[in-house]
């Protein structure tokens, strides 16, 4: 057992943890961050997806050791201080970018990902950024307008695909 110590959406927290326990074990058992999802368990479907000092990471991929010291942002951090939600999951919400929700929340951590690097994404560089996250429901269509619309972009002339 070793003590893993981060900040985690802006707060200090500290674990002891077996050296083969992943991040997202970490946040969902340990922390109880559990809008976090694990999905494959193969770092195929982006539902793990976190930021781990800015970058994005699928969680499922990396031990909470390698997290010693780290600034993790989940999906619970997200939400504006007020606890409203952010622009991005607005969208999200606006525009049906979501249907049973278990991808969502991998998928606003990339579109925020996408957006912090590109504020304006043509839509093909939103698709692309979305090909490491998975959704069964939804067909990406909305997912697409959600981001488009949070970058502050016209929404009407995206394909259906």
């Known amino acids: 057992m070793a003590k893993v110590s981060m900040t985690v959406n802006g707060k200090s927290v500290s674990r002891e943890v077996e050296g083969r326990t992943l991040l997202v074990e970490y946040l969902r058992e340990g922390l109880r961050l559990t809008g976090t999802h694990v999905g494959c368990d193969t770092?195929?479907?982006?539902?793990?997806?976190?930021?781990?000092?800015?970058?994005?990471?699928?969680?499922?991929t990396m031990f909470a050791s390698e997290a010693e010291g780290a600034n993790v942002a989940t999906i619970e951090g997200e939400a504006d201080a007020d606890g409203t939600l952010n622009v991005?999951?607005?969208?999200?919400?606006?525009?049906?970018?979501?249907?049973?929700?278990?991808?969502?929340?991998?998928?606003?951590?990339?579109?925020?990902?996408?957006?912090?690097?590109?504020?304006?994404?043509?839509?093909a560089?939103?698709?692309?950024?979305?090909?490491?996250?998975?959704?069964r429901c939804t067909g990406y269509h909305n997912i697409v307008k959600a981001i488009m619309a949070a970058s502050g972009?016209?929404?009407?002339?995206i394909a259906a695909e």
């Open 43 to 60: 770092s195929q479907c982006g539902a793990c997806s976190v930021h781990v000092n800015g970058k994005l990471v699928k969680s499922c």
């Open 88 to 123: 991005l999951q607005q969208a999200f919400q606006d525009h049906h970018g979501l249907q049973c929700g278990f991808c969502t929340p991998g998928m606003i951590m990339s579109a925020a990902s996408l957006l912090k690097d590109n504020p304006k994404p043509t839509e």
């Open 125 to 135: 560089e939103v698709r692309h950024h979305l090909e490491g996250n998975i959704c």
């Open 153 to 157: 972009q016209d929404v009407g002339a």
